[in-house]
């Protein structure tokens, strides 16, 4: 089994600053890419970003300069957002692509969600 943790949610105000973690763990040979999406209602989940093992990191349009991806280790990865803005009011979640041991393949595995609230 694996699973994939999560924390570091809440409300804000806007212009303010959040960081979510998420840390995988269980039967992992290895991970790969982790990234961060989102989902507001009424909208289809979206890429925020994500960051590969060797730490090339791609982000949406509407987060570059605001948001920081980072991997902490091989297991765990962050997010640091700042200057929020109304519009990044989301569920955000956690993915990562994970080899299991006594596997050759990568899949996809996600975390809860995390909710984040930007208002005044």
């Known amino acids: 089994q694996v699973q994939l943790v999560e924390s570091g949610g809440g409300l804000v105000q806007p212009g303010g600053s959040l960081r979510l973690s998420c840390a995988a763990s269980?039967?992992?040979?290895?991970?790969?890419?982790m990234g961060w999406y989102r989902q507001a209602p009424g909208k289809q989940r979206e890429l925020v970003a994500t960051v590969t093992s060797g730490g090339s990191t791609k982000y949406a349009d509407s987060v570059k300069g605001r948001f920081t991806i980072s991997r902490d280790n091989a297991n765990t990865v962050r997010l640091q957002m700042n200057s929020l803005k109304p519009e990044d009011t989301a569920v955000y979640y956690c993915?990562?692509?994970?080899?299991?041991?006594?596997?050759?393949?990568?899949?996809?595995?996600w975390g809860q969600g995390t909710q984040v609230t930007v208002s005044s």
């Open positions: 993915k990562a692509d994970v080899v299991r041991i006594r596997s050759v393949y990568a899949y996809a595995y």
């Open positions: 269980g039967s992992i040979l290895r991970v790969d890419a």
